[in-house]
């Protein structure tokens, strides 16, 4: 499993370095949205699955929940700041774990939560403990948005729906495909 994962983290297309601003889907100050060149890091935007406004004006837009062979899930979506002034991302995001708080900032705070077979699940780390999600978001400019993944275990099959979980956020009921 351990071995599965790693690789998963080096296939992401981030060039394979070890830096966690490499991993981020977009660097603070970019909306690689504008920039699609075809590659699989820009989601797909053309369907929504859920939006979710949170405190100070975060809105977060679910895009994709895609189930893979290999048994993980990855989210994808923007997160914007829907201001006109600098927001500042809430330190919750990044989780509660000693582990993932070394790691920086991070959206490792997300989780899934399956009431059918009533599991909560965690995004993923590496062997490292690095979280297999959107890194280096620390604060948004005014009317600034970024895409953003995370990447879970995939609940079972029979599992269509699952709620997503983000601190400071209602909660959002999204469909997995």
Wanted: hydrophobic share 30%; proline share 5%.
């Amino acid at each position: 499993m351990a071995l599965t994962v790693s690789l998963t983290a080096c296939g992401s297309g981030d060039g394979g370095g070890k830096d966690d601003a490499a991993t981020s889907s977009a660097a603070p100050g970019e909306d690689k949205s504008k920039d699609d060149d075809g590659g699989t890091t820009v989601p797909d935007t053309s369907q929504t699955l859920a939006t979710i406004n949170g405190d100070e004006g975060i809105q977060l837009v679910v895009h994709t929940a895609v189930r893979d062979e290999a048994g993980f899930l990855t989210v994808t979506g923007t997160l914007k700041n829907t201001t006109s002034q600098r927001v500042t991302v809430p330190i919750s995001w990044n989780g509660d774990e000693n582990q993932v708080r070394r790691t920086g900032r991070s959206l490792a705070g997300m989780t899934l939560v399956d009431k059918q077979e009533k599991k909560r699940y965690f995004v993923l780390r590496d062997t490292e403990g690095h979280p297999l999600t959107t890194t280096g978001i620390s604060t948004f400019k005014a009317e600034e948005s970024f895409t953003v993944f995370a990447q879970f275990p995939a609940p079972p099959d029979s599992t269509s729906q699952v709620d997503l979980l983000m601190p400071t956020m209602p909660a959002a009921t999204i469909e997995i495909s």
